[in-house]
């Protein structure tokens, strides 16, 4: 089953539940504009956000992303940790981290090591439905807002030579679960439950949700 939630929390209190928008102004809308900043190197990540018309700059986080868990609980800590870790760098800044993990049985396939360690990851989603996982973290003003959205993946049943010609392709590398569904491993996909965006690494209709709670007119 697909979901979609949001926590807001500050440095001191949690709580989850619903929240207001906030009312925009023009002038306040222009004071947010340019502000965003995109804690990722991902280049789907800022494809995503480009296609959503916003303006943002980008800041790499400099987070160890190796960290052992379940990967619902993994994505959201990491989103956390690449969020903060840019906003001390940039305090006046809208900060929007994000971390995406291909979950198989409870067990996290990140990003493949090498193209044997992809083909090991096809083999295992050959045939099979799995959930991809996104953890969202936005900093702004003090707060910490935290999403996350989960979305079911069926996969086709993988000849050893699909496996073959697509790992030659090269497009497994750098990709959560060595695969990417809006390139040449999307043939491979009859199915999915739930967010489409996700599956690429940022949900955009969670993310438009949140930036809006802070103010942003989308």
């Known amino acids: 089953m697909c979901c ?26 222009e004071a947010l504009a340019g502000n965003l900043i ?10 995503l956000l480009e296609g959503m018309g916003l303006a943002f700059q ?23 940790l690449k969020a903060r870790d840019v906003a001390q760098r940039f305090p006046e800044g809208a900060i929007l981290g994000a971390d995406t993990l291909v979950s198989l049985d409870g067990q996290a396939l990140g990003k493949p090591r090498d193209l044997a360690d992809a083909a090991r990851m096809l083999r295992m989603l050959s045939g099979r439905w799995h959930e991809v996982c ?7 003003r003090g707060q910490e807002y935290m999403g996350f959205e989960e979305t079911r993946v069926r996969f086709a049943a ?18 959560a ?18 967010s489409y965006s996700n599956v690429v690494g940022l ?7 949140m930036l809006m709670a802070i103010g942003y007119l989308l």
């Open 4 to 29: 979609a939630n949001i926590t807001v929390s500050s440095r001191f209190l949690s709580f989850y539940g619903k929240y207001d928008i906030l009312p925009v102004t023009p002038e306040k809308e």
């Open 58 to 80: 980008v800041a790499e986080a400099q987070v160890d992303e190796n960290h052992p868990g379940e990967p619902k609980a993994v994505v959201r800590h990491l989103a956390q």
């Open 177 to 194: 679960g060595a695969y990417a569904i809006q390139g040449r491993a999307g043939m491979y996909i009859p199915e999915i439950h739930g």
């Open 158 to 175: 993988l000849t050893d030579g699909d496996i073959q010609r697509y790992c030659a392709s090269g497009e497994p590398m750098g990709k």
């Open 134 to 140: 996104t953890g969202i973290c936005l900093i702004s």
């Open 203 to 209: 949900p955009t209709a969670l993310t438009r949700t």
């Open 38 to 47: 995109l804690a990722s190197s991902s280049p789907r990540r800022r494809e």
